[in-house]
T-cell receptor, first 112, second 115 residues
Framework: DQQVKQNSPSLSVQEGRISILNCDYT??????FLWYKKYPAEGPTFLIS?????DKNEDGRFTVFLNKSAKHLSLHIVPSQPGDSAVYFC???????????FGTGTRLKVLA | NAGVTQTPKFQVLKTGQSMTLQCAQD?????MYWYRQDPGMGLRLIYY???????DKGEVPNGYNVSRLNKREFSLRLESAAPSQTSVYFC??????????????FGDGTRLSIL
């Protein structure tokens, strides 16, 4: 049973436009959500996170939105740059646990 | 600052051979993790160690064992490798605090092929 789902395996966006990556979860106990970015032959690197007490968190060009009632979060990248081309993973955890559950990833390609 | 270091980076094994993947972190993190990444499957947790002296199973622990040697080091052992264990293995560490989770820091992975 996939508790964290990224239903779009890939996404292509023109440089300068907005990229929107989506993630859905099923476990209502999840209260901390993260986005990671992964380049080929490297480990994932942390990008941005959000706690369930918030519905939005911004860091430069990256914004994460959380809709708890829909159990849905999204990552917005504005403006998209060719260097943003990578695989993006969302992950979730519940307070008091030490485990993070990852989605299957979305491959973003930003076209110059 | 090296962060999380995994060795080796690549390895080819024959079915039935044993192997230990090494991981060390220099960030004084309490928790360490082993994941495997397979195409279309994302990152799946194999084992984790919440703190020195403890280990727990993750989503896919069968066929693996782990050792938390000290606060810095967390190794993953394949006792009898099988082709289904061909994957990219990632080690990660973090410092979870009560009431506040923290992001994980990952190594660059070990690419393991089992023939």
């Amino acid at each position: 049973d996939q508790q964290v789902k990224q239903n779009s395996p890939s996404l292509s966006v023109q440089e300068g436009r907005i990229s929107i990556l989506n993630c859905d979860y099923t476990n209502s106990m999840f209260d901390y959500f993260l986005w990671y970015k992964k380049y080929p032959a490297e480990g994932p690197t942390f990008l941005i996170s959000i706690s369930s007490i918030k519905d939005k968190n911004e860091d430069g060009r990256f914004t994460v939105f959380l809709n708890k009632s829909a159990k849905h979060l999204s990552l917005h990248i504005v403006p998209s740059q060719p260097g943003d081309s990578a695989v993006y993973f969302c992950a979730a955890s519940a307070e008091g646990t030490y485990k993070y559950i990852f989605g299957t990833g979305t491959r973003l390609k930003v076209l110059a | 600052n090296a962060g999380v270091t995994q060795t080796p980076k690549f390895q080819v094994l024959k079915t039935g051979q044993s192997m230990t993947l090494q991981c060390a972190q220099d960030m004084n993190h309490n928790s360490m993790y082993w994941y495997r990444q397979d195409p279309g499957m994302g990152l799946r947790l194999i084992y984790y160690s919440a703190s020195e002296g403890t280990t727990d199973k993750g989503e896919v622990p069968n066929g693996y064992n782990v050792s938390r040697l000290n606060k810095r080091e967390f190794s993953l052992r394949l006792e009898s490798a099988a082709p289904s264990q061909t994957s990219v293995y990632f080690c990660a560490s973090s410092t979870p605090r009560r009431g506040s989770n923290q992001p994980q820091h990952f190594g660059d992975g070990t690419r393991l092929s089992i023939l």
